[in-house]
């Protein structure tokens, strides 16, 4: 089965600060990604999908990008409402799998 | 607009099961693919399985593939996930997720695939605890 990684697992930046986050498969996924954010005590939303399509209603500030093995999400501009957990997910064939999350804090 | 609305909290005793369910309104159900994801406390995501309605066999996380059954229930857009044999390590948050699907037929196989979680489910509280 194909596993997920993260880095880092947690960070710290303050507000306008430029983030970025990645997300490493074990094998080659082409661009079947996903991005999620959880903020503390809600249901996990999803932001980007297809590694780099940003969802509806999902500010400009967030980006994605990447194939294969290699992906980032990247935060361009960091907002105090954006406290939260990120997770990667690689989908399309089963088993699909999360990373282990990326906590960012102001 | 699809919703998903998940059973109520349950508390267990270790060794027993549980049976969660997640009604669908406003899609596509029997072509939409259901996912299981948990949440143990302090914990991050973990998907546990997942099942497309119309054709009915589940798919599962390999951790969990002795002890979870996945299955759904056409007529009342209603899918299920149970789990045997709760241990302590089983306290968690249980979500149903909706995502679509990419059916493809092959020389007469047909395959299908999982695409991103769109929509999901409150989430089950399951308290397992003697």
């Known amino acids: 089965d194909i596993q997920m990684t993260q880095s880092p697992s947690s960070l710290s930046a303050s507000v306008g600060d430029r983030v970025t986050i990645t997300c490493r498969a074990s094998?080659?996924?082409?661009?079947?990604l996903a991005w999620y954010q959880q903020k503390p005590g809600t249901v996990p939303k999803l932001l980007i999908s297809?590694?780099?399509t940003l969802q509806s209603g999902v500010p400009s500030r967030f980006s994605g990008s990447g194939s294969g093995t290699d992906f980032t999400l990247t935060i361009t501009g960091l907002q105090p409402e954006d406290v939260a957990t990120y997770y990667c997910?690689?989908?399309?064939?089963?088993?699909?799998?999360f990373g282990p999350g990326t906590k960012v804090d102001i | 607009q699809v919703q998903l609305v998940q059973s109520g909290a349950e508390v267990k005793k270790p060794g027993s099961s549980v049976k969660v369910s997640c009604k669908a309104s406003?899609?596509?159900?029997?072509?939409?693919?259901i996912s299981w994801v948990r949440q143990a406390p302090g914990q991050g995501l973990e998907w546990m399985g997942g099942?497309?309605?119309?054709?009915?066999?589940?798919n599962y996380a390999e951790k969990f593939y002795d002890r979870v059954r996945i299955t759904a229930d056409e007529s009342t857009s209603t899918g299920f996930m149970e789990l045997s044999s709760l241990r302590s390590e089983d306290t968690a948050v249980y979500y149903c997720?909706?995502?679509?699907?990419?059916?493809?037929?092959?020389?007469?196989?047909?395959?299908?695939?999982?695409?991103?979680?769109?929509?999901w489910g409150k989430g089950t509280t399951v308290t397992v605890s003697s």
């Open positions: 997720a909706r995502g679509g699907t990419t059916i493809t037929v092959i020389r007469g196989v047909t395959r299908y695939y999982y695409s991103f979680m769109d929509v």
């Open positions: 406003g899609g596509t159900f029997s072509n939409d693919a």
């Open positions: 099942i497309i309605p119309m054709f009915g066999t589940a």
């Open positions: 094998q080659g996924i082409t661009n079947y």
């Open positions: 297809a590694a780099s």
């Open positions: 997910q690689k989908y399309n064939t089963a088993p699909l799998a």
